[in-house]
């Protein structure tokens, strides 16, 4: 069963007039938990992705704006406490050269939005045991709320399963957010494993270069195939980027048989 974890987001105070006396309360339904946070997979196995997805709604009757700062994530706050006690904070991002969009959410009455967030960018899940996340806004510090991970042993049948899930998720019918948000967690699946998922992006002028990239960290023969598959691809900047990552592979390979092949591949 997904943990459900609620935090409010909005406190709204109104006068009430009963019987010629007015006092200001708490309107109970206007804190209603407008930001919710829920582990798409409680326990996971090394290896595999943490995914939290966010979900706002709007339960008042006026419009509303939340802030989740830069990027849909700047201003949420995540914290993970490790299976040997070690506390540790999310990890800045560089943001040298990088475009950053706003992550304000304008919300009518009765609005929703959803986003999908991998811990695995901000905080490391690299030993076996259960772990707890703390997330929240930094704008509501008082709000943070607890989420129990459990990680076990890698578990290549159920790894296997969550490449085909993201996979589905980038080129199905999802958000761009999340379309975006599952590529980002694919990338962190650091096993051989991912190279026939990554290939079947390469072709794809929004998730090309990320297939690229992901292929040339895994290395083996298995990816520099997928990548000479793919040279004659008619998006010339992934083109170039496969020809880049093949001069790469070639370079650090000590397999003679692999580099023969690279290199007759960029000789066409």
């Not at 939290?52 to 849909?72: H, K």
């Not at 270069?209 to 004659?232: C, P």
């Amino acid at each position: 069963m997904k943990q459900r974890v609620f935090a409010a987001v909005l406190a709204i105070l109104i006068n009430l007039t009963w019987s010629g006396s007015s006092s200001a309360v708490p309107l109970a339904e206007s804190l209603a938990h407008q930001v919710s946070y829920h582990l798409e997979h409680e326990s996971v196995g090394q290896g595999e992705p943490v995914l939290v997805d966010v979900d706002l709604e709007n339960l008042t009757s006026s419009p509303t704006e939340i802030g989740l700062g830069g990027d849909g994530n700047g201003n949420i706050d995540i914290k993970l406490v490790k299976p040997d006690g070690e506390r540790v904070a999310r990890r800045p991002i560089d943001g040298r050269n990088r475009l950053v969009f706003s992550g304000k959410v304008h919300l009518e009455p009765g609005g929703t939005y959803r986003e999908v967030i991998v811990l695995n960018e901000w905080v490391d899940f690299d030993q076996i045991g259960s772990y707890v996340v703390e997330m929240g806004l930094k704008s509501s510090p008082s709000l943070m709320v607890r989420l129990d991970v459990k990680v076990s042993a890698k578990d290549i049948s159920v790894l296997e399963l969550r490449c085909s899930e993201l996979l589905s998720r980038i080129t199905g019918e999802a958000s761009a957010q999340e379309s975006i948000a599952s590529a980002k967690a694919l990338s962190f699946i650091d096993d051989p494993i991912v190279v026939p998922y990554w290939e079947k992006l390469l072709d794809r002028s929004d998730f090309g270069d990320n297939a690229v990239s992901a292929l040339a960290r895994v290395g083996n023969n298995a990816a520099a195939k997928a990548l000479i598959s793919k040279m004659d691809i008619a998006d010339q900047q992934i083109r170039e980027s496969i020809r880049r990552a093949l001069r790469t592979l070639s370079d650090r390979t000590n397999d003679e048989s692999l580099k023969t092949s690279i290199d007759e591949a960029l000789k066409k």
